[in-house]
């Protein structure tokens, strides 16, 4: 589900924008050539101007997750479900993280760390 970006995060809104939308993407909500909202409906539901949507929307281009046609919108280049396995781990650690009282921050950093260091 889109929604506002949240302006006090020290995160661009477009990278904002560019994450929850690949986060719609892997997570099935959003299927390889669907249509995505207009840009002056995503100006109202991100609550930014459009020139933020439309780098989101250059980044999204450039990274292969969206098409556009000229007149007619933007829509999604390719699916990338993430398969529901992997979801329901992440769920579990997301609920495990929150009940010992560690925030989203703090559980990013030592998710990356992890990745780092971890050899496969």
Known sequence: MLRKVDKHS???????????????????????GQQLPTVRELETIFDVNINTILKAFDRLKMEGYLVAEQGVG??????LNVDAEIVSAIRELVSKMKSRQFDL???????????????I
């Open 10 to 32: 020290g995160i661009p809104a477009y990278l904002q924008i560019v994450n929850q939308i690949k986060a719609e993407i892997l997570l099935g909500n959003l299927k390889a």
């Open 74 to 79: 933007y829509f999604v280049a390719k699916e």
């Open 105 to 119: 921050y703090t559980t990013l950093v030592l998710i990356e760390e992890v990745w780092r260091n971890e050899r």
